[in-house]
């Protein structure tokens, strides 16, 4: 059996939660997913476009960065990776996600799922799950993989 990984942050307000993101950015490489969990208003589309503006910033780039709610994927490149922005919300069936071309996003690019229940058995292996849930003004954020690398990326995020 693999050891896990699994810790738990406190983001008292959206700046810490923005914070977070353009920490964990630098880290990601090709063939990293992170699935995005939370109720409406949790802050996942925050932290997700805190890393895709981080790593578009290292690339001197500036970018609007929508929300995928009607789009489904949006995507950017950043001259190291290229990434995916996705929002799984209005999917109702898993056989949608070939559609999207996701599998073939899990091996070759940084891949940031919300709502990724709706993947059902297409969770590629290793992904970080984040978890974000209401704590009064703040969230708390939780952070977990089956694949031990996270504990080491994750170590002073």
């Not at 981080?54 to 950043?78: F, N, W």
């Amino acid at each position: 059996m693999s050891a896990r990984f699994q810790a738990t942050l406190a983001l008292p307000d959206p700046e810490a939660a923005a914070a977070f993101g353009r920490a964990l950015a630098p880290r990601l490489t090709p063939g990293d997913t992170l699935l995005l969990e939370g109720p409406i208003g949790s802050g996942k589309t925050h932290i997700a476009r805190a890393i895709v503006a981080a790593r578009l910033a290292v690339a001197g780039r500036a970018e609007d960065i929508p929300s995928p709610t009607y789009t489904l994927v949006q995507t950017y490149a950043d001259g190291l990776a290229e990434i995916w922005h996705a929002d799984l919300y209005r999917l109702t069936d898993p056989a949608e996600i070939m559609e999207l071309g996701l599998d073939d996003a899990f091996a070759s690019a940084i891949v940031l799922i919300e709502w990724p229940d709706r993947l059902g058995g297409l969770v590629p292996p290793g992904a970080l799950r984040l978890t974000l849930a209401h704590h009064g003004p703040g969230r708390d954020l939780t952070l977990f993989s089956d694949d031990p690398r996270w504990a080491a990326l994750l170590a002073d995020a």
